[in-house]
C-alpha cells in the first residue's frame, strides 16, 4: 500500500495541551505508533518488527507521550481513525494565558527600517517622491511604530491639567515631514511626502457634504494609474463647498501596496515581501480582542459600509498538520493584494504524503444575505435562522465592525470556505462542516 493513499489531520491546541489527530485507515487496516515526537503510521500488510520502509512519519507539533493502537476496517464501520492525545506541557503553554500573546501585526516598524518607497499593490505605480540626491534615497528618515489602535479611549486619563485635546480624541495625529508612523493594518505618511499625482480619491466614494461637520475628513485613495484602491487620505476642504481639496495625511494600507527599502549601513535592498491579507484580518480581530475582549465580528464593505459576514473567533492558538491540500479553483479572478494568500493556500505537497504545519485561528463565519434575499423572505413571511443572527448581531452593542475592501472580503469568505476541505471526510461532511450555530461555518485563519 502506498504511503501516499494515507491521510492525516492533526489539530494541537496549545493552551490546553491537546492534540487531535485523525487518518484515513485504508482498506488494508492501519497501525498507528505515537512517540513522544512523532507518528509512525503504517499499513497493517507491512506492520513487521522489521519492516517499516512502508511507514509515513508524521511530525507532530509538541511532544506527547508514546501509545500505540491498530484498526482493522472489517470490524469498525469507521474509515476514520481519531486519537485524542495528551502534549506535554512545554515552559511556554505553562505560562498564565494573557491577551497581550497575541501574535503582532505583520510588518511592524522594526521590519520597515530602510523604507524608500511605497509602490501601487497592482501596477507598482511609485506613490512616494524621490530625493533629489540619489545618495539620499527616499524620502523617509524614520519609521516609528503607532501606539495601540484604541489609545484615544485613554487620553482623559494621561491628562493631567486642563487643556484643549480635541484633535487628541477625534485620532487626527499624523506623521511629521520625513516621518512614517506604522498601525497594525497600514502606515501613515506626510502628504509633503506623497506623489500627489500618483494618487486620487476613488471614483467610486460616496459624495460627502464638506458643509457640515469637521473641515478635514478620511477619503479613499486610489493609484492615479491603474485606479486599484491603495488606502485612505485625510483631507481639508481651502473652501467651503469642498471643490478644492488639500491632502494633509495618506494612509497606506499595508496588504493594498509593496515596499522597497535598503539597509542605510551597507547600502543593500532590503527585500520586504508582502503579507497575507489574512494576516491582517487577524491582527484587526486581536486588537479588539485585546482591548475590548469582544470575539464577535461584522466586516464590512469600507466604501459602503454594508456588511459582508460575519465571524466569531473560537480561538487563536491551533497548529495543523496535514498532507492534504485545501481545495483551489483556477477560475477566481484573485485580486493582486490576495496573491500572498493564494500562494499561502497552494504551497503544501500531497502528492508526495509530505506534512505541512500551518498556525491557524479557527472561526465560525457566515456570509451576509444580498438585499434582494433579505426582502423576499420577508414579504414571504420567512424567517430563517441565518436572518435571525444578522438581526440580532447587528442589534448588538458587543459584536465590533471591521472594515476592508469588499472584493478583498468576499476572496476572505472563498479562502474560508475552503480552508475546512483540507479536513478527513468524516469531519468534513455536510452535517459537521455547517455546525448546530445558526448555520455559521467552520473555518481557519492562517496567521
Not at 131 to 152: A, C, K, N, T
Not at 270 to 285: D, G, K, M, T, W
Request: proline share 5%; charged share 20%; hydrophobic share 35%.
Amino acid at each position: 500500500m502506498p504511503t501516499e493513499e494515507i491521510r492525516f489531520y492533526a489539530e494541537y491546541h496549545s493552551k490546553i495541551n491537546s492534540i487531535t489527530f485523525s487518518v484515513k485507515v485504508p482498506t488494508t487496516g492501519l497501525t498507528c505508533t505515537v512517540g513522544p515526537r512523532a507518528v509512525d503510521l503504517i499499513p497493517s500488510n507491512h506492520a513487521t518488527t522489521d519492516d517499516q520502509e512502508h511507514a509515513l512519519k508524521v511530525p507532530l507539533p509538541a511532544v506527547v507521550m508514546p501509545t500505540r493502537t491498530t484498526q482493522d476496517p472489517s470490524t469498525n464501520e469507521s474509515s476514520l481513525l481519531t486519537l485524542k492525545l495528551t502534549a506535554l506541557p512545554s515552559a511556554q503553554s505553562s505560562s498564565p494565558v494573557s491577551a497581550s500573546e497575541f501574535p503582532p501585526p505583520p510588518l511592524p516598524a522594526a521590519q520597515l527600517q530602510g523604507l524608500e518607497n511605497i509602490g501601487c499593490g497592482c501596477c507598482k505605480n511609485v506613490l512616494l517622491k524621490h530625493s533629489g540626491d540619489q545618495d539620499e534615497g527616499g524620502p523617509i528618515q524614520r519609521v516609528v511604530d503607532l501606539p495601540s489602535e484604541h489609545w484615544q479611549e485613554l487620553v482623559d486619563c494621561w491628562m493631567c491639567h486642563e487643556e484643549d485635546f480635541t484633535e487628541l480624541r477625534e485620532g487626527d495625529l499624523g506623521a511629521r515631514i520625513g516621518q512614517a508612523l506604522v498601525g497594525g493594518t497600514y502606515i501613515l505618511i506626510h502628504s509633503a511626502n506623497v506623489n500627489g499625482d500618483s494618487v486620487a480619491i476613488e471614483e467610486d466614494a460616496p459624495a460627502v457634504d464638506w458643509t457640515k461637520g469637521v473641515k478635514r475628513k478620511w477619503r479613499p485613495l486610489a493609484c492615479s494609474r491603474c485606479l486599484h484602491p491603495v488606502g485612505d487620505g485625510w483631507y481639508q476642504s481651502v473652501r467651503e463647498d469642498g471643490t478644492d481639496l488639500e491632502l494633509i495625511q495618506a494612509k497606506f494600507y499595508k496588504y493594498m501596496v509593496t515596499f522597497e527599502g535598503k539597509d542605510k549601513s551597507t547600502g543593500l535592498r532590503l527585500s520586504i515581501p508582502q503579507q497575507r491579507f489574512a494576516s491582517y484580518v487577524a491582527a484587526e480581530i486581536f486588537e479588539s480582542a485585546r482591548h475590548h475582549a469582544t470575539y464577535r465580528f461584522i466586516l464590512q464593505d469600507r466604501l459602503e459600509a454594508q456588511d459582508v459576514m460575519m465571524i466569531w473567533m473560537l480561538n487563536w492558538d491551533s497548529t495543523i498538520v496535514t498532507n492534504q491540500d485545501t481545495v483551489q479553483g483556477d477560475q477566481i479572478a484573485w485580486d493582486a493584494s490576495l496573491k500572498a494568500d493564494l500562494c499561502a493556500a497552494s504551497d503544501g505537497n500531497s502528492a508526495t504524503g509530505q506534512s505541512r504545519g500551518k498556525r491557524v485561528m479557527k472561526v465560525l463565519y457566515l456570509g451576509s444575505l444580498s438585499e434582494e434575499q433579505y426582502q423576499s423572505e420577508r414579504q414571504a413571511g420567512v424567517y430563517s435562522k441565518e436572518m435571525a443572527l444578522w438581526d440580532q448581531w447587528r442589534g448588538d452593542p458587543g459584536v465590533e465592525k471591521l472594515q476592508f475592501q469588499k472584493h478583498l472580503l468576499l476572496g476572505l469568505s472563498v479562502m474560508l470556505e475552503r480552508s475546512s476541505s483540507c479536513l478527513p471526510p468524516a469531519l468534513n461532511d455536510a452535517s459537521s462542516a455547517i455546525l448546530a450555530m445558526d448555520g455559521m461555518r467552520m473555518g481557519f485563519i492562517e496567521i
